[in-house]
C-alpha cells in the first residue's frame, strides 16, 4: 500500500481517479495549486532568468575581447584608419574602437607632420625649434595611444572574467533555486517537464501514481483545501499479498520452512481457495 499525501497546502482543483480504478506507475491522479510552489518555481524563472542575461553578456564580452585582439594587431601593424574601418566595420568592439583609434589616428597624424618637416628642418627652411615641438607632439601622442591600446586590452579580458564568474554565480543560484522546489516537493523533477510560462502552470503540482497498482481510496473531493502531509488517496498493489502466520511455540518441531519454501495459502473467505506462496 502506499499512502499519497499532500507535500504542500493548496487546493485540490482536479481529481482525476476513483477507488477501484486501476492505474499506471506515472498516470495522473489528481491537480493541486499551491501558492508555495508557485512562489518558489517563480524565483527559479528569475533566476535563470538573470542566468540567460549573464551568458549573453559573456557572449558579448568573449566576442568584444577577440575583435579587439584583431584591432590591436592591426595598428601594431601600422595599418590605415581607412583599412581598420573598412575590416572591422561590421564587428563588434564596444567604445574601444573609438578610444583607440582616435589615438591611432592622432599618433599617425603626428608622425606624418614629423616626416614632412623633417626635409625642412634639415635645409634650414624651418627652425629646428619647430622640429623638436612636432617631435614631442608625435611622442605624447605615440604614448596616449600605447596606454589606450594596453587600458582596453586590459578592461576588455577584466570583463571577460568578471563575465564569467557572473554566469557560474547565476548558474549555482539556478541550481540551489531548483532545489528549494525540489525539497518543497519531497521528490525530484525534471525542471524542463514543467511549463513555467504563466502564473497558473507555476502554482499547477501533479499528484501521480508512483507505482502499478489500484485505487483503494480516496479523502477528498475537487475543489477541497488540503493541507501539507494529509492522506490524498491510498495505492495498493494487488498483483501479490503478504500473509502474516503465528505459530504457537508447541507446534514449532512440526512446522521446518525456510526462506524460499513453497506453500499454499486457504482464504476462509473465498471458501478456503488455495493460493501458492513463497517464505
Request: proline residues 5%.
Given at each position: 500500500h502506499v499512502d499519497i499525501?499532500?507535500?504542500?497546502?493548496?487546493?485540490?482543483?482536479?481529481?482525476?481517479?476513483?477507488?477501484?480504478?486501476?492505474?499506471?506507475?506515472?498516470?495522473?491522479?489528481?491537480?493541486?495549486?499551491?501558492?508555495?510552489?508557485?512562489q518558489s518555481r517563480a524565483a527559479f524563472v528569475k533566476q535563470e532568468k538573470q542566468r540567460q542575461i549573464a551568458a549573453h553578456t559573456l557572449n558579448?564580452?568573449?566576442?568584444?575581447?577577440?575583435?579587439?585582439?584583431?584591432?590591436?594587431?592591426?595598428?601594431?601593424?601600422g595599418e590605415s584608419i581607412e583599412a581598420i574601418e573598412e575590416s572591422l566595420n561590421n564587428l563588434e568592439l564596444g567604445s574601444y574602437r573609438q578610444d583607440i583609434l582616435a589615438t591611432y589616428s592622432k599618433m599617425r597624424f603626428a608622425a606624418e607632420m614629423v616626416a614632412k618637416i623633417e626635409p625642412l628642418a634639415s635645409s634650414g627652411s624651418i627652425a629646428g625649434r619647430v622640429l623638436r615641438e612636432r617631435?614631442?607632439?608625435?611622442?605624447?601622442?605615440?604614448?596616449?595611444?600605447?596606454?589606450?591600446?594596453?587600458?582596453?586590452?586590459?578592461?576588455?579580458?577584466?570583463?571577460?572574467l568578471h563575465a564569467e564568474a557572473a554566469l557560474s554565480e547565476a548558474e549555482?543560484?539556478?541550481?540551489l533555486s531548483w532545489k528549494s522546489v525540489e525539497d518543497l516537493l519531497g521528490h525530484r523533477e525534471d525542471r524542463k517537464s514543467v511549463r513555467m510560462d504563466n502564473e497558473e502552470q507555476?502554482?499547477?503540482?501533479?499528484?501521480?501514481?508512483?507505482?502499478?497498482?489500484?485505487?483503494?481510496s480516496r479523502a477528498f473531493s475537487n475543489n477541497e483545501r488540503v493541507s501539507r502531509g494529509e492522506s490524498l488517496f491510498i495505492l495498493a498493489n494487488t498483483d501479490s499479498f503478504y500473509v502474516t502466520a503465528n505459530i504457537r511455540e508447541s507446534e514449532w518441531d512440526a512446522v521446518s520452512?525456510?526462506?524460499?519454501?513453497?506453500?499454499?495459502?486457504?482464504?476462509?473467505?473465498?471458501?478456503?481457495?488455495?493460493?501458492?506462496?513463497?517464505?
Open positions: 499525501k499532500a507535500p504542500m497546502d493548496g487546493m485540490l482543483v482536479e481529481v482525476r481517479a476513483t477507488p477501484g480504478q486501476s492505474l499506471e506507475a506515472g498516470q495522473l491522479i489528481a491537480v493541486i495549486t499551491s501558492a508555495e510552489i508557485g558579448r564580452e568573449t566576442t568584444i575581447a577577440a575583435n579587439l585582439r584583431l584591432l590591436t594587431s592591426m595598428v601594431d601593424q617631435e614631442t607632439e608625435r611622442q605624447v601622442s605615440e604614448s596616449a595611444f600605447r596606454t589606450a591600446r594596453d587600458q582596453a586590452r586590459y578592461a576588455a579580458e577584466q570583463a571577460k549555482r543560484q539556478c541550481e507555476l502554482s499547477r503540482l501533479e499528484l501521480r501514481a508512483p507505482i502499478t497498482g489500484t485505487l483503494e520452512v525456510a526462506p524460499g519454501t513453497a506453500l499454499s495459502v486457504a482464504i476462509p473467505a473465498l471458501n478456503n481457495r488455495l493460493f501458492p506462496a513463497s517464505v
